[in-house]
């Protein structure tokens, strides 16, 4: 087999991909990936500013165009921000669609996640950013993706929706946990599609977001004593997967939560 022939079996070269939440941390990561192998990437983020400055990163770093890298100043979390982001898709990709990263997420303030301090209109907030969002854009997409006769879902979940508790707040692990049971239910309801849905469940990554936690010392001796290799992981790490899990070398997993996690979640008393 030709490196060309590698390149695209094993990467998402020349796939056409719409990534939520793409300008910050793992989104943003998966971004940079997906352009550096060849992929053509719709963004979306809530940030006019953001989505440019990205926009114009990707085209400069990587002599790519319009046609490579584009992005489109929405909130997934509403429906109207859905509706724009699928009329964007097909602006750029006409009616077919081969991957969709549904990577938006965010979590309550450290001082709210605690069970008793939680009201009906935080849940109402983190559900639609975390799991109304990727169900309804997914579902919006779905004839795209059905189009491409060999599309992909593939969602940022996280080791918080279990199978153990941490410390993120219940809301964020139910909000994930519903996410990994959506992924197997979807993998299963659209594989007569010819569409895989695969999960990809991070600990502790270096991103901005991350770095403020760990800034705490004795937290974050905490997070790294229970990872058996030690560390958090890098951004670019967990974007590989990402990257992989969209290429045609996966072409037999769906339905699939795969930890990317350094071990966290496998490690009981050892």
């Known amino acids: 087999m030709s490196t060309t ?40 983020a809530r940030t006019h500013a ?10 400069s770093e990587f002599g790519v165009d319009e046609t490579q890298i584009a992005g489109v100043a929405c909130d997934v979390a509403t429906e109207s921000g859905r509706n724009a982001l699928v009329a964007a898709s097909k602006s750029m990709f006409g009616d077919r669609l081969d991957v969709l990263v549904n990577n938006v997420g965010t979590n309550l303030p450290a001082t709210k996640r605690q069970a008793v301090d939680m009201t009906t209109d935080d849940f109402d907030y983190l559900f639609d950013a975390n799991l109304k969002s990727c169900l309804m854009l997914s579902t919006g997409l779905h004839p795209l993706l059905k189009a491409s006769g060999n599309g992909v879902v593939l969602f940022n979940s996280s080791v918080a929706g279990g199978p153990t508790a941490m410390k993120s707040g219940c809301l964020y692990g139910m ?9 197997k239910n ?10 895989r849905v695969v999960g990809i469940a991070p600990w502790y990554t270096n991103t901005e977001l991350a770095q403020k ?3 705490q010392e004795a937290y974050k001796a905490q997070v790294l004593e229970r990872t058996p ?11 590989r997967v990402f990257c992989f899990m969209a290429s045609d070398a996966a072409s037999y997993v769906t339905g699939a939560v795969l930890s990317v996690d350094g071990g966290y979640s496998v490690k009981g008393l050892y």
């Open 229 to 239: 290799m030690g560390r958090v992981a890098e951004p670019e790490e967990v974007a």
């Open 213 to 215: 936690v760990l800034a």
């Open 50 to 59: 953001d989505v440019d400055a990205l926009v114009q990163h990707c085209r």
């Open 186 to 195: 979807l993998a299963c309801e659209w594989a007569a599609d010819r569409i």
């Open 175 to 183: 909000s994930k946990a519903a996410m990994n049971m959506l992924v």
């Open 5 to 44: 022939n590698l390149d695209s079996a094993y990467t998402p070269k020349g796939k056409s991909v719409v990534v939520t939440g793409f300008t910050q941390g793992i989104g943003k990561a998966i971004t940079l990936e997906l352009i550096r192998v060849g992929a053509r990437v719709l963004g979306a």
